[in-house]
T-cell receptor, first 114, second 111 residues
Framework: SAVISQKPSRDICQRGTSLTIQCQVDSQVTMMFWYRQQPGQSLTLIATANQGSEATYESGFVIDKFPISRPNLTFSTLTVSNMSPEDSSIYLCSVSGQGDYEQYFGPGTRLTVT | GQNIDQPTEMTATEGAIVQINCTYQ??????LFWYQQHAGEAPTFLSYNVLDGLEEKGRFSSFLSRSKGYSYLLLKELQMKDSASYLCAVRALEGGFKTIFGAGTRLFVKA
């Protein structure tokens, strides 16, 4: 199984600012994903982070708002830009290996926007 | 598009058996997952089904019928610590390789 760490674990940010969340995996993985989980809700896929190319975004999510980087097979970042209170949520990094059906989740970053 | 349905809440008694159902509609089906999520924690993997039938793992079993777009998670000998949300998720090859989650079923286990 993969061990995933996320930084920061939580943050309180002001409206209009940006926050970058880091995801580090202890082994090389093929697939990396970013999810959002709003209070009392299930997980919504934001995008698939592709190594060496632009991320693939789901409907309703755009690169200008959620820029993603993935410079190698063990690390990715998600930036939440120009934040508003509606962005208050838990952001989760998730990984899966090639041929590995299990998908693992990081501990999440709890973001509060005031 | 994809659609995943599961009950919002269920209540069961300690020591009993509970079945949580999930129905789905998707294109490019590539497997169905069940995850457990305790409040304030990340989801943890419970099971994966890609072929029809029952997969058993200790107190937890998961069943899949691809023709019916149906799965269930069976929890036996319920314990208080099983109180959690149970998420049904479908992996699909549609516009990429990704896993989409249902809204989750919140299970309350009472003494």
């Amino acid at each position: 199984s993969a061990v995933i760490s996320q930084k920061p674990s939580r943050d309180i940010c002001q409206r209009g600012t940006s926050l970058t969340i880091q995801c580090q995996v202890d082994s090389q993985v093929t697939m990396m994903f970013w999810y959002r989980q709003q209070p009392g809700q299930s997980l919504t896929l934001i995008a698939t982070a592709n190594q060496g190319s632009e991320a693939t975004y789901e409907s309703g999510f755009v690169i200008d708002k959620f820029p993603i980087s993935r410079p190698n097979l063990t690390f990715s970042t998600l930036t939440v830009s120009n934040m508003s209170p509606e962005d208050s949520s838990i952001y989760l990094c998730s990984v899966s290996g090639q041929g590995d059906y299990e998908q693992y989740f990081g501990p999440g970053t709890r973001l509060t926007v005031t | 598009g994809q659609n995943i349905d599961q009950p919002t809440e269920m209540t069961a008694t300690e020591g009993a058996i509970v079945q949580i159902n999930c129905t789905y509609q998707t294109s490019g089906f590539n497997g169905l997952f069940w995850y457990q999520q305790h409040a304030g924690e990340a989801p943890t993997f419970l099971s994966y089904n890609v072929l029809d039938g029952l997969e058993e793992k200790g107190r937890f079993s998961s069943f899949l019928s691809r023709s019916k777009g149906y799965s269930y998670l069976l929890l036996k000998e319920l314990q208080m610590k099983d109180s959690a949300s149970y998420l049904c998720a479908v992996r699909a090859l549609e516009g990429g390789f990704k896993t989409i989650f249902g809204a989750g079923t919140r299970l309350f286990v009472k003494a």
